[in-house]
């Protein structure tokens, strides 16, 4: 059987993704399962003349960086016109990174202009609903490599991906990034970081850290295998949010002391009501240093 | 009328009536037998429903937490202005401590007065919380909405309640010249002043 015929395209971008991708530890068993028509930066079977030409196959279908309809050409050809005639043809579309996935980054440039592939923000663009049934997100600044394996691996094993309403997988982004923080007792009991990098303490009160509104596996599958920002002490800046990005990422926005976003689909009162209460103790152990309590 | 509701509601005429001779004749003062006797039931039965006077006395302070906190949620849903619902958790407050003065009386010379009847269960904020959190909900959306300067909350909430307490607690000392919904306008102004942008 001949495997799925991969064609990786980008548009605006900074190489990001494709870079996270390459620190994947199993990258070639994996790319080992598809024919790789092309890649930015790896060995590839077709060159990016006879992509541009439109005469190379394509099953899946990855885009990397922002859109914008007219204005960015390379070898002197609209990427957009390039991408689109490719999407048409592919059975599955991904769109890795904030970038492809909403607009992202480089959609601060013009945002009237550019914006996501099939998503402007939250908003769907006027090709959503052409391929709307064969698309899949995966936001993230950039996105973290076994996000794109799984995927990857899905589609090669012909199962079907769940997905939001924005496309995400269910399986990677029903979580927020708070899921899995070492610090979640702080958060717990309300005990702010006092400083970086320390082990103790919660970024969400003072260090701008958007994980408990942000969707996303970092504190499930570690990056590197290894870790997460916010276990290491730097906040979560919500990169796989539609509103990415945001300034003052390490201010919590708070009115009188009240954080002005709450954690995900947590109710205001709640919210508060729990903090009233938590707040009205102090728990020994939380305000120690870790490696010293039991000493 | 089932034997739930029919409990609910002596719980609630017991927490009422423990909370007017707690506030009348203070908490030391006053015994369960006292309570059991105003309310024509046995002291025994009484246990039933709270198994001492130090629980009795910490649910009391939630139940007229929680009535003031209602209160102030209506004020809360409306799309009134800042400026305007001071207004409104003032006139709340006040004609409280005049209708209902054994609720905030309670407050100001038992809860705050016995802090050792309340240190076991009732720490912190944790019995009080129906009411701060209102408080808190009000002071979010004043600042989101640009009405009220930014600022550390209990700057704002002491400056607020601390205020308004210590008018009923003048008013219970029979020291204020006037009644106390003649301050009303001139004491919501003045924290208006103060907390605006």
Known sequence: MSKPKLLWLQSITCNGNTHSFLNHPELFSILAHFELIHHPVLESDYSFQEVIEGSVPCDVLILEGSFVQEGFLKAGVEVSSVIEHYAKRAKDIITVGTCAT??????????????????????KTARYKEYASKLISLPGCPIHPRWLSFVLLMITNGKKVEIDELHRPVELYGYTVHMGCTRNEYFEWKVDVKNFGL?????????????????????????????????VGTPCFGCTEPSFPKTSLFTTKTNMGIPAKMPLGVPRRAYLTLTGVTKSFKIKRFSERLLEYDK | MKISEKKALKRESILQTALQLFATQ???????????????????NLYNYFSSKDI?????????????????????????SAEEKIHQIVTIYFTMAKEKPEMIEYFLRVYLSNREVFSDGCEGMICVSG???????????????????????????????GYLGGMVFLKGEEVLPQEIEFYIDDISRNIYNALKA
Request: hydrophobic letters at 35%.
């Open chain 1, 199 to 231: 082990k103790e303490g919660c970024l969400f009160y003072e260090q701008g850290c958007q994980a408990p509104y942000t969707r996303g596996s970092c504190n499930k599958i570690l990056w590197n295998d290894t870790s997460s920002k916010t276990r």
């Open chain 2, 26 to 44: 203070g908490f030391h003062k006053t015994t369960i037998p006292d309570i059991a006797g105003k309310l024509k039931m046995s002291v025994g």
């Open chain 1, 102 to 123: 909403f607009g992202g980054i480089f959609k601060q440039k013009e945002p009237d202009k550019i914006s996501g592939f099939a998503f402007d923000i939250e908003e």
């Open chain 2, 131 to 161: 009411f701060i959190t209102e408080i808190m909900v009000f002071f979010d959306d004043g600042v989101s909405s640009g009405e009220l300067r930014n600022q550390d909350f209990f700057s704002a909430f002491g400056l607020f309640m």
């Open chain 2, 56 to 80: 009795l006395a910490q649910e009391i302070i939630k139940y007229t937490s929680e009535s003031l906190g209602e209160k102030i949620r209506e004020v809360n849903d409306t799309d009134a």
